[in-house]
């Protein structure tokens, strides 16, 4: 199984970037996938996940700004932030969630929010 998150970078406030990331190894269409993050010196948190049937959840924070979807043909799941600001800055990580047995994470990709 491997999820290969890209797409971060450095953006000035109010910039937006698109998240990517490609799932290998699982029936991802049975997968609910998220988007987590982690800034320097806290918790990894929730960001954004997506259901089998397209629901949608997001942390208060980014709602309104942050739009997660899923390309269930190409394996792929999407974050598309908007409005960014300097706290969205963090390691950003891509979940998948099978409906049974363990979750898979990937390896992360840096957002760094600065002007």
């Known amino acids: 199984v491997q999820l290969q998150a890209s797409g971060g970078g450095l953006v000035q406030p109010g910039g937006s970037l698109r998240l990517s990331c490609a799932a290998s190894?699982?029936?991802?269409?049975?997968?609910?996938m998220g988007w987590y993050r982690q800034a320097p010196g806290k918790q990894r948190e929730l960001v954004a996940t997506?259901?089998?049937?397209?629901?949608?959840n997001y942390a208060e924070s980014v709602k309104g700004r942050f739009t997660i979807f899923r390309d269930n043909a190409k394996n792929m799941v999407y974050l598309q932030m908007n409005s960014l600001k300097p706290e969205d800055t963090a390691v950003y990580y891509c979940?998948?969630?099978?409906?049974?047995?363990?979750?898979?994470w990937g390896q992360g990709t840096q957002v760094t929010v600065s002007s």
């Open positions: 979940k998948a969630r099978p409906p049974w047995g363990q979750v898979y």
């Open positions: 190894g699982i029936i991802f269409s049975t997968n609910v």
């Open positions: 997506i259901g089998t049937g397209r629901n949608t």
